[in-house]
T-cell receptor, first 114, second 111 residues
Framework: KAGVTQTPRYLIKTRGQQVTLSCSPI?????VSWYQQTPGQGLQFLFE???????NKGNFPGRFSGRQFSNSRSEMNVSTLELGDSALYLC?????????????FGSGTRLTVV | KQEVTQIPAALSVPEGENLVLNCSFT??????LQWFRQDPGKGLTSLLL?????REQTSGRLNASLDKSSGRSTLYIAASQPGDSATYLC??????????FGRGTQLTVWP
């Protein structure tokens, strides 16, 4: 079966712009989480959606937002981009929140802010 | 707040060696623990998942153990190969379903 699909794979944006990243979970998975990975901070939790509702949120500013659609696909938006937002953004899906099946990650979107 | 620590940060071994990667966490109220592998510039590949009620899981040359009461997990890799070279990440899943990651162990296996 298809894995977790993230688009685009690479993105270059200018400071001040906004960006939208997309994640399509494994078919049947209803939980989608987003993580930011940087060399300095490692992997940090952004937020998690389950059945179109945000269930958990990490310690990121309000510029970072997300949503989940009825087909479980999720988008993450970052407004007013800063240089420090350059990172690998990873999406993970699971059948249920914290389920016995664990999480499956996508290949990520590499965002570079210049 | 859950904190996850992985030791060592980096490891370089010759091919064929058996090795142990360590992971410790501060809050034992976890749902499960998952070991991942990450190749440079890539996403995370799940290796093993251990439920909080389990003591260990095995997959091929990999064996992971969990001691929830002491907040420790180990990943044992038998007969290491150059293809095992990658960063290995330990992640604990909280009861709310959020993953907390360690900083990883960067493994290099040379021929």
């Amino acid at each position: 079966k298809a894995g977790v699909t993230q688009t685009p794979r690479y993105l270059i944006k200018t400071r001040g712009q906004q960006v939208t990243l997309s994640c399509s979970p494994i078919s049947g998975h209803r939980s989608v989480s987003w993580y930011q990975q940087t060399p300095g901070q490692g992997l940090q939790f952004l937020f998690e959606y389950f059945s179109e509702t945000q269930r958990n949120k990490g310690n990121f500013p309000g510029r970072f937002s997300g949503r989940q659609f009825s087909n479980s696909r999720s988008e993450m938006n970052v407004s007013t981009l800063e240089l420090g937002d350059s990172a690998l953004y990873l999406c993970a899906s699971s059948f249920l929140q914290g389920s016995n099946y664990g999480y499956t990650f996508g290949s990520g979107t590499r965002l570079t802010v210049v | 707040k859950q904190e996850v620590t992985q030791i060592p940060a980096a490891l370089s071994v010759p091919e064929g060696e058996n090795l142990v990667l360590n992971c410790s966490f501060t809050d034992s109220a976890i749902y499960n623990l998952q070991w991942f592998r990450q190749d440079p510039g890539k996403g995370l590949t799940s290796l093993l998942l251990i439920q909080s009620s389990q003591r260990e899981q095995t997959s091929g040359r990999l064996n992971a153990s969990l001691d929830k009461s002491s907040g420790r997990s180990t990943l044992y890799i038998a007969a290491s190969q150059p293809g095992d070279s990658a960063t290995y990440l330990c992640a604990v899943c909280s009861t709310l379903g959020r993953l907390y990651f360690g900083r990883g162990t960067q493994l290099t296996v040379w021929p």
